[in-house]
């Protein structure tokens, strides 16, 4: 268990995060801006950029007995589920594998180079979502394998996702290029500049998509363009009161939660043979936890709301199986509906590679891990540790179950398109990872030329491969019975 100082109790997670990182990596406050330039310099000289193009998968990989050994430690009745949407294609499969490709990138080269990782930055984890202050911003939305590591395990997850997601769409080889490079040119020509700047430029630094999308008029065509727009249009719409009408109906004057088996279960029968009341109980008091880790004018805000109905509900690829509970709160008599979303926080994929986490709380690791990479997070953003009906301790973390979050509908998205997706994909993973590591070493080490971008553009297809390989072994699994996977819901 960690021990945290006075100071440490006193500072943001994002600070203390930070100032872990720093310490690990010995950056900053200790080095000069040439020594931090000299340091990316040497780090290139160790590990060429050129070598990241390698992988060659070990005699003894077993991405399926890795999902399974995974799989322990999730509901039992719903990991099926997991390995069905797993299986609906190599993509699907892509983006709930991320612990056999975590331990894959531990065997390629490492540049040494830590910042705060996303730990699983596939495309589909970047997406839309609402500030604060109610704008659309772009960013990582998705945090739950977050821990210091090498920056480029990032880097090549999203390449690797662009390569398998082109493959699935059909797309030729070199427009698959096109959109690998044009994502890791983003990442290197944005790192560099965030060089350039100060610390507190780069760390108020967001991107506003509605601004951005008048700056990428002229790369997409018209009609493109305007199916984007009432995309980003239809994302306004994604909060509490559209969850409330898609997940809710009124009883007897009551709101309640539709039971939607196995999808989304209310919890008075997922817990059938344990009194209702004792099960509110747990829930206000994994609550009152939340609510402590909150600032105190949120906290303040969501003691205006009172628990109505909570549910476990199915949700992702690569999460299915993890405990997800939503609530609904309301603070105005069924008008004023907000829907939290409790998701279990488990160790990262990337522990056994990178080492534990810092905190001693998984959900705190997530919520730390996200404030430090994202520009702007859910207000609502919070972790708890509760003792379940089951008995059993688990970790939590705490946000809005929908609140404007919208993502790129990829299997809809041309060549085109998705290298201007790509290219912002790119550039906002170095935002993240500016705000945690050493920008000028990391820029210093990218350099000018595209020797990385090529490198990591040679690495995505020959994991495309790897990854079609594994995608038929979770086949062949299901097929003598290795695996159990449901393909119906």
């Given at each position: 268990?960690?021990?945290?100082?006075?100071?440490?109790?006193?500072?943001?997670?994002?600070?203390?995060?930070?100032?872990?990182?720093?310490?690990?990596?010995?950056?900053?406050?200790?080095?000069?801006?040439?020594?931090?330039?000299?340091?990316?310099?040497?780090?290139q000289?160790?590990?060429?950029?050129?070598?990241?193009?390698?992988?060659?998968?070990?005699?003894?990989?077993?991405?399926?007995?890795?999902?399974?050994?995974?799989?322990?430690?999730?509901?039992?009745e719903?990991?099926?589920?997991?390995?069905?949407?797993?299986?609906?294609?190599?993509?699907?499969?892509?983006?709930?594998?991320?612990l056999?490709?975590?331990?894959?990138?531990?065997?390629?080269?490492?540049?040494?180079?830590?910042?705060?990782?996303?730990?699983?930055?596939?495309?589909?984890?970047?997406?839309?979502?609402?500030?604060p202050?109610?704008?659309?911003?772009?960013?990582?939305?998705d945090f739950?394998?977050?821990?210091?590591?090498?920056?480029?395990?990032d880097?090549?997850?999203?390449?690797?996702?662009?390569?398998?997601?082109?493959?699935?769409?059909?797309?030729?080889?070199?427009?698959?290029?096109?959109?690998?490079l044009?994502?890791?040119?983003?990442?290197?020509?944005?790192?560099?500049?965030?060089?350039?700047?100060?610390?507190?430029?780069?760390?108020?630094?967001?991107?506003?998509?509605?601004?951005?999308?008048?700056q990428?008029?002229?790369?997409?065509?018209?009609?493109?363009?305007?199916?984007?727009?009432?995309?980003?249009?239809?994302?306004?719409?994604?909060?509490?009161?559209?969850?409330?009408?898609?997940?809710?109906?009124?009883?007897?004057?009551?709101?309640?939660?539709?039971?939607?088996?196995?999808?989304?279960?209310?919890?008075?029968?997922?817990?059938?043979?344990?009194?209702?009341?004792e099960?509110?109980?747990?829930?206000?008091?994994?609550?009152?936890?939340?609510?402590?880790?909150?600032?105190?004018d949120?906290r303040?805000?969501?003691?205006?709301?009172?628990?109505?109905?909570?549910?476990?509900?199915?949700?992702?690829?690569?999460?299915?199986g993890?405990?997800?509970?939503?609530?609904?709160?309301?603070?105005?008599?069924?008008?004023?509906?907000?829907?939290?979303?409790a998701?279990?926080?488990q160790?990262?994929?990337?522990?056994?590679?990178?080492?534990r986490?810092?905190?001693?709380?998984q959900?705190?690791?997530?919520?730390?891990?996200?404030?430090?990479m994202?520009?702007?997070?859910?207000?609502?953003?919070?972790w708890?540790?509760?003792?379940?009906?089951?008995?059993?301790?688990r970790?939590?973390?705490?946000?809005?179950?929908?609140?404007?979050?919208?993502?790129?509908?990829?299997?809809?998205?041309?060549?085109?398109?998705?290298?201007?997706?790509?290219?912002?994909?790119?550039?906002?993973?170095?935002?993240?990872?500016?705000?945690?590591?050493?920008?000028?070493?990391?820029?210093a080490?990218?350099?000018?030329?595209?020797?990385?971008?090529?490198?990591?553009?040679?690495?995505?297809?020959?994991?495309?491969?790897?990854?079609?390989?594994?995608?038929?072994?979770?086949?062949?699994?299901?097929?003598?019975?290795?695996?159990?996977?449901t393909t119906?819901?």
């Amino acid at each position: 268990m960690t021990v945290k100082t006075e100071s440490d109790r006193l500072a943001s997670p994002a600070a203390r995060a930070f100032r872990r990182n720093s310490k690990q990596s010995g950056t900053r406050g200790q080095l000069s801006h040439a020594d931090r330039v000299a340091r990316g310099k040497d780090a290139q000289r160790v590990t060429p950029r050129e070598s990241h193009a390698e992988f060659q998968p070990g005699g003894s990989r077993d991405p399926v007995g890795l999902l399974l050994e995974q799989a322990k430690s999730r509901v039992p009745e719903l990991v099926p589920i997991r390995h069905g949407r797993m299986l609906v294609s190599a993509f699907t499969f892509y983006r709930g594998a991320a612990l056999p490709m975590a331990a894959d990138l531990a065997t390629t080269p490492t540049s040494g180079l830590h910042v705060q990782l996303c730990g699983d930055a596939h495309l589909n984890n970047f997406g839309v979502y609402a500030s604060p202050e109610r704008e659309l911003v772009f960013d990582v939305n998705d945090f739950d394998e977050t821990l210091p590591g090498p920056f480029e395990w990032d880097v090549k997850r999203l390449a690797a996702s662009l390569a398998v997601a082109g493959r699935e769409n059909g797309f030729q080889g070199k427009h698959r290029r096109k959109i690998v490079l044009a994502a890791v040119q983003g990442y290197r020509k944005a790192m560099r500049g965030f060089a350039e700047q100060t610390f507190l430029e780069v760390w108020y630094t967001h991107l506003d998509i509605e601004q951005a999308l008048g700056q990428f008029r002229s790369q997409l065509k018209a009609k493109r363009f305007t199916a984007t727009e009432k995309m980003l249009a239809k994302a306004h719409t994604r909060d509490s009161t559209q969850a409330l009408r898609k997940l809710t109906t009124l009883v007897e004057g009551r709101r309640r939660i539709i039971s939607d088996p196995p999808m989304v279960v209310p919890i008075e029968e997922v817990f059938a043979d344990v009194q209702a009341s004792e099960v509110y109980e747990q829930i206000s008091t994994l609550l009152g936890k939340y609510r402590r880790t909150l600032q105190s004018d949120r906290r303040h805000m969501l003691e205006q709301f009172t628990l109505v109905q909570a549910a476990r509900k199915v949700v992702g690829v690569g999460s299915v199986g993890t405990r997800a509970w939503i609530v609904l709160m309301d603070s105005g008599d069924g008008v004023e509906p907000v829907f939290l979303q409790a998701k279990e926080a488990q160790p990262s994929v990337l522990a056994d590679y990178c080492g534990r986490s810092q905190y001693a709380n998984q959900g705190e690791r997530v919520v730390a891990g996200q404030h430090l990479m994202q520009a702007e997070s859910d207000i609502f953003l919070g972790w708890t540790h509760t003792l379940g009906p089951d008995g059993v301790d688990r970790d939590y973390y705490v946000r809005q179950l929908k609140d404007w979050k919208f993502s790129l509908p990829i299997e809809r998205t041309v060549p085109s398109g998705m290298v201007v997706y790509a290219r912002v994909c790119g550039s906002t993973l170095a935002r993240a990872h500016a705000r945690s590591g050493d920008r000028v070493a990391l820029a210093a080490y990218l350099g000018g030329s595209d020797a990385f971008d090529q490198a990591i553009a040679d690495f995505a297809e020959t994991y495309a491969d790897q990854n079609e390989r594994d995608y038929a072994a979770l086949q062949s699994a299901v097929k003598d019975g290795r695996a159990k996977a449901t393909t119906d819901i």
